[in-house]
């Protein structure tokens, strides 16, 4: 089954304390993105990736790191995790660089 | 660059219609349209690429009007199932491969 996936779906930590939330496609797709969802503000961008090793700054990257060393993964990384970063994250993916995105289940993250 | 949407919320009965709008500032290449219900992930609906076409999805349709930087949503008949947030993506013509979200349109269908 095609999809993306994230782990973990549900996070409490605390200020500071480095964090990874793991997303992983199995379609094969080049572009991936990381999206954070706020009430009243829609998705916003954090950060997107065009291919292995390839990435970029969305709307709201201050605060967090990704890496794509490989095609089918795209962590996302608080490495000082603040309060304001309490959010549900989406991951997501496309086959084409400005196609249709395939999201993952969302990460709810608190940050106490 | 977020684009605008509206209304904000809208409640309807079975078999009424429907339309949102997402409205943008910038010159765009395309607009996404997107479905979110409560506790799930956003679930695509359709694209629209700037030529000014209109596409159908069974009952919910959708046109782009690229020379006004607008696009419409439009559900006809609205069933249960319709239910949940829709939200429009944009992306720019000269934007990279950043896909802006509106803020979405709650949508309630009661019996």
């Known amino acids: 089954e095609a999809q993306v996936t994230q782990n973990p779906r549900y996070l409490i930590t605390v200020t500071g304390k480095k964090l990874t939330v793991t997303c992983s496609q199995n379609m094969n797709h080049e572009y991936m993105s990381w999206y954070r969802q706020d009430p009243g503000l829609g998705l916003r961008q954090i950060y997107y990736s065009m291919n292995v090793e390839v990435t970029d700054k969305g709307d709201v990257p201050e605060g967090y790191k990704v890496s794509r060393k490989e095609k089918r993964n795209f962590p996302l990384i608080l490495e000082s995790p603040s309060p304001n970063q309490t959010s549900l994250y989406f991951c997501?993916?496309?086959?084409?660089?400005?196609?249709?995105?395939?999201f993952g289940p969302g990460t709810r993250l608190t940050v106490t | 660059q977020q684009p605008v949407q509206s209304p904000q919320a809208v409640i309807l009965r079975e078999g009424e219609d429907a339309v949102i709008n997402c409205s943008s500032s910038?010159?765009?290449?395309?607009v996404h349209w997107y479905r979110q219900k409560h506790g799930e992930a956003p679930v695509f609906l359709m694209i629209?690429?700037?030529?000014?076409e209109q596409k159908g999805h069974e009952k919910i349709s959708a046109s782009f009007n690229e020379k006004k930087q607008q696009s419409s949503l439009y559900l006809t008949a609205s069933q249960l199932s319709y239910s949940g947030t829709y939200f429009c993506?944009?992306?720019?013509?000269?934007?990279?491969?950043?896909?802006?979200f509106g803020t979405g349109t709650r949508l309630t269908v009661i019996p």
């Open positions: 993506g944009t992306v720019s013509v000269t934007g990279a491969n950043n896909l802006f």
């Open positions: 997501a993916s496309s086959g084409t660089r400005r196609g249709e995105q395939y």
């Open positions: 910038k010159a765009l290449y395309s």
């Open positions: 629209l690429l700037k030529g000014g």
